[in-house]
T-cell receptor, first 109, second 113 residues
Framework: RKEVEQDPGPFNVPEGATVAFNCTYS??????FFWYRQDCRKEPKLLMS???SGNEDGRFTAQLNRASQYISLLIRDSKLSDSATYLC??????????FGPGTRLSVLP | EAGVTQSPTHLIKTRGQQATLRCSPI?????VYWYQQALGLGLQFLLW???????NRGNFPPRFSGRQFPNYSSELNVNALELEDSALYLC????????????FGPGTRLLVL
């Protein structure tokens, strides 16, 4: 089993739709969690950190469920510019970052 | 504030040659990470340096090596290049020795012919 798993998609949604991505991780000792976005042929950029209490940044909401070992990202009112690959990232104290394979989102006009 | 920079942006080599890739972290960041992203695949962790020392290494053969200099910049060396080494090599930097938020450079595209 891979350490971090994501549904590869692609998710094709119309503008204005709400879309949710899930990510599961296998190491219960994982410490920190992030969502990154990567545009085609570009470097990954931090979207948001994920906290146990959940956090929101505008149209984006991230949730962490430690008991079930999954992280979610909700995007409301999708924009064309949200089209990208969304990477779930998990870190373990003293270890490296582990990136999931990414979920591709296409927002259609 | 300048972001993470990498050089060269593109590199073309032939099988068996050696490649050297360079990375300068964000000012004040002491940790540098290297990743390989082959076309259509996810990021694969290569190496993590902090305060000049190698902290962790991914599942790559020993011909992938690197170092971190006193100014925290870093080099990734790939010896005896193979065709499957063709990929985007990304460098990221962060604060401190504990994994913190990473900021990525634009990457070096390596093509092995």
């Amino acid at each position: 089993r891979k350490e971090v798993e994501q549904d590869p998609g692609p998710f094709n949604v119309p503008e204005g739709a709400t879309v949710a991505f899930n990510c599961t991780y296998s190491n219960s000792a994982s410490q920190s969690f992030f969502w990154y976005r990567q545009d085609c042929r570009k470097e990954p950029k931090l979207l948001m950190s994920v906290y146990s209490s959940g956090n929101e940044d505008g149209r984006f909401t991230a949730q962490l469920n430690r008991a079930s070992q999954y992280i979610s990202l909700l995007i409301r009112d999708s924009k064309l510019s949200d089209s990208a690959t969304y990477l779930c990232v998990v870190t373990n104290y003293g270890q490296n970052f582990v990136f999931g394979p990414g979920t591709r989102l296409s927002v259609l006009p | 504030e300048a972001g993470v920079t990498q050089s060269p942006t593109h590199l073309i080599k032939t099988r068996g040659q050696q490649a050297t890739l360079r990375c300068s972290p964000i000012s004040g960041h002491t940790s540098v990470y290297w990743y390989q992203q082959a076309l259509g695949l996810g990021l694969q962790f290569l190496l993590w340096y902090d305060e000049g020392e190698e902290r962790n290494r991914g599942n790559f053969p020993p011909r992938f090596s690197g170092r971190q200099f006193p100014n925290y910049s870093s080099e990734l060396n790939v010896n005896a290049l193979e065709l499957e080494d063709s990929a985007l090599y990304l460098c990221a930097s962060s604060l401190g020795g504990v994994p913190e938020t990473q900021y990525f450079g634009p990457g070096t595209r390596l093509l092995v012919l």
